[in-house]
């Protein structure tokens, strides 16, 4: 559809050759003489762009470009000054207008500074668009989404809530695993109660049981006194136990003894304590794969996946990925205090196109750092961490997705070692994991750790 320039300038001359050469580039155009009649224009008709002389008789470029904007802010104005004027066009970017050309017009440039606008209206209109969709597509939990996999996902997890019922969330890292337990909470008749999360991932072994069930003073070498664990911490309300495919084949049978008996002890005490716990777990892990395989507790499998909830990976989501960065975007131009309008097309379709091995986490965390490091207001390709052809990006170093995912985690895992000097436990806290799980990582990669390399 073409677009509509209203042409202001007093000089008759200057308006017809405007409008001679914007026609033979296929825009529609409307003229005017002056700052009245080109509001009158503006009030009646639909209007893409004003271009529109600074200095004029009776209401100058300036105060045009107020009242223009005061009618309607998405139309963008462009001025056209003479040398002499150069300051006071300076003065009027800052009010709003979009660009200004100097006097006489190189038609060229004014071609080039016309695209340009009209490009950036165009963003605009579409980052309003996304914006009133987030407001529609706000699903349960306020978890937003136009995505039917995970609107089915999150169906489940509605209907599932008011009940007490355990429920087994599965999802790759990064896919929202605790803001989905966090919204079954919420719209549970335990959501005024705590609402309590662990990762099994992040503890080592030695401390899973106390970090779980609490313990005694005295119970064990450093126990100087007597610690609630996580279970009595969510009394009445909810326990989310996450990776839960990370715990210990002991800790998993003392855990299905919880639900069996709906009572626990701490380490270190003979007397038991009722468990009024609503339990929801999740893992990344494949759980019937380590049931077959002898490292996770068939029947406690049994107990914790009475309602089943899969999250999609947001490479399947492909419908919400602009959706959500428009929403980070947000999220972070308010928390840094930055004038960013959004993503130019070629950013939006390069995050379009990314296979995203980090799912959602990894989306937020592009678009962070996007909103801090961007010159612009518009957040451009050179402004995201990868590109399409970077060496250094998973999807161009592996054939298969599952080789994308590994070629990123042996990737943060290298870059953590380093910045450790190899020290595993310090590397594991760089990660967000615990040790044990650092060293099966390891062990899976076939990576070795620097004192291996030196022997």
């Known amino acids: 559809m073409a677009h509509t320039i209203l042409i202001v300038d007093d000089e008759a001359t200057q308006r017809n050759t405007l409008d001679g050469f914007l026609r033979k580039r296929h825009y529609l155009t409307l003229m005017a003489a002056d700052g009245n009649a080109a509001l009158e224009i503006v009030r009646r008709q ?3 762009l ?16 107020a009242e223009v904007k005061s009618l309607n802010p998405q ?6 000054t003479a040398f002499g004027t150069l300051e006071d066009a300076v003065a009027a970017m800052k ?4 660009d200004f050309i100097t006097k006489p017009v190189d038609l060229d440039q004014l071609e080039i500074v016309i695209a340009k606008a009209l490009e950036r209206k165009q963003l605009i209109s579409e980052n309003e668009r996304l914006r009133s969709l987030v407001a529609e597509r706000l699903q349960f939990g306020g978890i937003l989404t136009q995505s039917e996999s995970m609107q089915g996902a999150l169906s489940v997890a509605a209907r599932a809530a008011a009940s007490r019922a355990t429920i087994l969330i599965l999802g790759e890292s990064g896919t929202g695993k605790e803001l989905v337990a966090k919204a079954i909470h919420l719209a549970s008749p335990r959501a005024q109660n705590p609402f309590i999360a662990v990762n099994m991932a992040a503890l080592p072994e030695t401390l899973v049981e106390s970090e779980l069930f609490g313990h005694e003073k005295g119970a064990f070498t450093g126990a100087e006194r007597m610690r609630q664990g996580r279970f009595e911490a969510a009394q009445g309300g909810t326990l989310f136990i996450d990776e839960v495919g990370d715990m210990p084949l002991t800790i998993q049978a003392k855990l299905l003894r919880v639900l069996q008996e709906q009572q626990f002890e701490r380490v270190g005490a003979s007397q038991p304590i009722m468990a009024d716990v609503r339990l929801v777990t999740a893992t990344h892990r494949h759980l019937e794969k380590m049931v077959e395989e002898g490292t996770f507790r068939e029947d406690l499998y049994y107990r914790l996946k009475v309602i089943r909830i899969e999250l999609p990976p947001l490479r399947e989501r492909k419908k919400d990925i602009l959706l959500l960065a428009d929403h980070f975007i947000r999220q972070f131009v308010k928390e840094n205090d930055k004038a960013i309008r959004g993503l130019t097309r070629e950013a939006a379709d390069a995050l379009v196109k990314y296979a995203f091995p980090g799912n959602v986490r990894e989306l937020q965390h592009l678009m962070e750092q996007a909103v801090i490091l961007s010159r612009d207001e518009w957040i451009g390709v050179q402004d995201l ?8 990006s998973p999807e161009s170093t592996a054939a298969t997705f599952e080789e994308r995912v590994a070629a990123f985690e042996i990737q943060l895992i290298r870059e953590a070692l380093q910045k450790a000097g190899g020290v595993q436990s310090q590397a594991a806290r760089r990660l967000g994991m615990s040790e044990r799980h650092l060293r099966y990582k390891l062990q899976k990669y076939g990576l070795k750790s620097a004192a291996e390399r030196r022997a």
């Open 46 to 48: 639909a209007v893409d």
């Open 50 to 65: 004003v271009l529109s002389d600074l200095r004029m008789p009776h209401m100058d470029g300036a105060r045009l470009l």
């Open 75 to 80: 139309i963008g104005v462009i001025l056209m």
């Open 95 to 98: 009010e709003g207008a979009v």
């Open 385 to 392: 961490p990868f590109a399409p052809s970077s060496e250094a």
